[in-house]
């Protein structure tokens, strides 16, 4: 692995080029979305090209990068879905060249490519059991490579590059599994990250003797004004795709300044694509929202990419509803590990702890909260301890009914090995019949569904005019996402201590006030982390 530095974050480097550097500054994007990203359907090397708000997102992302220092070329993947985004740019940025690069296409994902993601376990269970696979030298039937083979391929190409282009910025085009790759070659403990965005920059500084640092990461304050926002991109190490995450990849790295050095802002941005839904993970249907809507959520963003648009945080004294702040519990060691917990009772390890303590100390300088409630499993009541004692000894209530869904036989085991260790159970779990239990007593989605609204609606009566905070659990609170979005489509991930507020009105109507806020992690090690996928481990 190549060595690294912690990314590199002050104001003075994103108003600079590199002329004269001794690295190349190199622009990693994502293309643009397509219509296999919207339906979740696995890419690999197959060729599908662009959809309408791909192409958007390719426009808004060249006008951006053409207000920016000097680029001296583009280099593309020769995956039509990238090379549309590559050209689409270098347009925007006055008629650049483009060059492409078949080492850096996707991953080739063998027998699964054209396959949904959701149906490989069922339809191709070996090729699926090669994907996931810890072994990175498994490669995948039919002809797919192996993550070392990917690692190999892309790397290479891109030192290639940097060692072309020294004291220059270039732009490279490629995928979601290409850049995931990236990232672990130059993050610090060779991890990657879980999900690239559509359109997304991602900047690397790549020196001659090998060393690669992350200037910068995830960040799209350019697509605020597409549709972008509302789509589910998919997850890119299924399908070169990206499941949003509302919007913790506009998080840079942990920075090197004190936090305050950094702005969180919370920006009102305006849903403009009502075509298409705010989150398509695991729903058959796609009905669309009556209209555009109007969402708030907190970004961090990095400079210079501020908003003008800041809207200061306010308390709820007086009004109609109640202010629910719903908290993810912290990481623990089974989040890490991708390890279901359901009921089972983990605690916190050392990360999910300063999470707590880091969430806590922000919600201190927010409005009055007036009481904590959690669920009863140690994991959330850590949380909410931690969080009550930062807050200035607030009382913390447990409720049985804020509980992770019970997860049956699924429980204790590594998400990736349930089909195969238990395929009645695997298929029980990612069945869409709402009502279908878990073997080994677990729940249906209906009856989570009906168990988390109502002890939320249940606290929304009883706090109309005030502040509380809701510590849970990712399946718990994807359906209280669900119960309040516009069209009831649930999110695909809830970071370990994201910031979900949901407005609460005593006739039963909820609102989405911010979703996904996880700015005050800046600090930790968290954006490293594993911590686990919530729809696998709670």
């Not at 490629?174 to 965005?197: F, W």
């Not at 007086?318 to 202010?323: F, I, R």
């Not at 990612?430 to 002890?455: A, F, K, M, N, Y």
């Amino acid at each position: 692995m190549a060595t690294s530095s912690v990314p590199e974050s002050s104001m003075a480097e994103f108003d600079s080029s590199c002329v004269g550097s001794d690295y190349a500054e190199i622009i990693v994007l994502r293309h643009g979305e397509t219509a296999w990203n919207a339906d979740r359907r696995i890419q690999g090397q197959l060729d599908v090209e662009l959809n309408d708000a791909g192409r958007q997102q390719a426009a808004l992302l060249g006008d951006r990068l053409s207000k920016e220092p000097k680029i001296s070329l583009v280099y593309s993947s020769d995956l039509a879905r990238a090379y549309e985004t590559a050209q689409i740019i270098a347009a925007r940025c006055g008629g650049l060249k483009v060059v492409t690069d078949v080492d850096l296409r996707e991953r080739h994902l063998g027998d699964l490519q054209g396959l949904v993601f959701r149906d490989t376990a069922k339809l191709n269970p070996k090729a699926h059991q090669a994907f996931v696979s810890h072994e990175t030298c498994q490669e995948i039937p039919g002809g797919g490579e192996s993550r070392d083979q990917l690692h190999q391929r892309c790397t290479s190409s891109l030192q290639r590059i940097g060692n072309k282009h020294k004291g220059e910025r270039v732009v490279v085009v490629s995928h979601g599994a290409v850049i995931e790759t990236l990232d672990k070659q130059a993050s610090p403990d060779g991890r990657s990250v879980r999900y690239v965005l559509n359109a997304s920059v991602n900047i690397f500084h790549v020196y001659d003797d090998g060393k690669w640092t992350i200037k910068s990461w995830g960040d799209v304050s350019h697509l605020n004004h597409t549709g972008s926002l509302q789509s589910d991109f998919g997850r890119d190490e299924q399908s070169g795709q990206l499941v949003l995450r509302m919007l913790s990849a506009t998080s840079p790295l942990p920075l090197t300044k004190p936090p305050q050095a950094s702005q969180s802002a919370q920006l009102n941005v305006d849903a403009v694509r009502p075509s298409h839904p705010w989150q398509r993970h695991q729903c058959p249907s796609r009905s669309p929202i009556p209209g555009p809507i109007s969402l708030s959520f907190y970004l961090h963003l990095n400079p210079p990419f501020r908003s003008n648009r800041i809207v200061p945080r306010l308390g709820c004294v007086g009004s109609d509803y109640a202010e629910i702040i719903v908290l993810r519990h912290g990481e623990t060691a089974w989040n890490a590990d991708g390890r279901i917990q359901g009921h089972l009772d983990v605690e916190l390890n050392d990360a999910g702890r300063q999470q707590a303590a880091v969430v806590g100390d922000r919600l201190s300088k927010e409005p009055k909260i007036s009481v904590v409630y959690s669920s009863d499993l140690a994991r959330a009541y850590e949380t909410a301890q931690i969080i009550a004692a930062r807050c200035g000894g607030i009382k913390v209530v447990t409720d049985v009914d804020l509980r992770e869904r019970h997860l049956g036989d699924l429980q204790g085991l590594v998400f990736r090995d349930t089909a195969k260790l238990n395929p009645k159970v695997h298929q029980a779990f990612v069945s869409r019949d709402s009502c279908q239990e878990i073997p080994g007593g677990g729940e249906s989605r209906d009856q989570l569904h009906q168990r988390c609204t109502s002890s939320v609606q249940r606290i929304g009566n009883k706090h109309k005019g005030e502040r509380v905070v809701l510590v849970s659990h990712g399946g718990f609170i994807r359906t209280l996402y669900k119960q309040a979005s516009p069209d009831g489509r649930s999110v695909a991930k809830v970071l370990n201590t994201s910031v979900n507020i949901i407005h609460v009105y005593d006739d039963g109507k909820w609102t989405i006030k911010s979703w996904g806020d996880v700015s005050h992690l800046n600090p930790t090690g968290y954006l490293q982390s594993g911590f686990g996928g919530d729809e696998k481990s709670g």
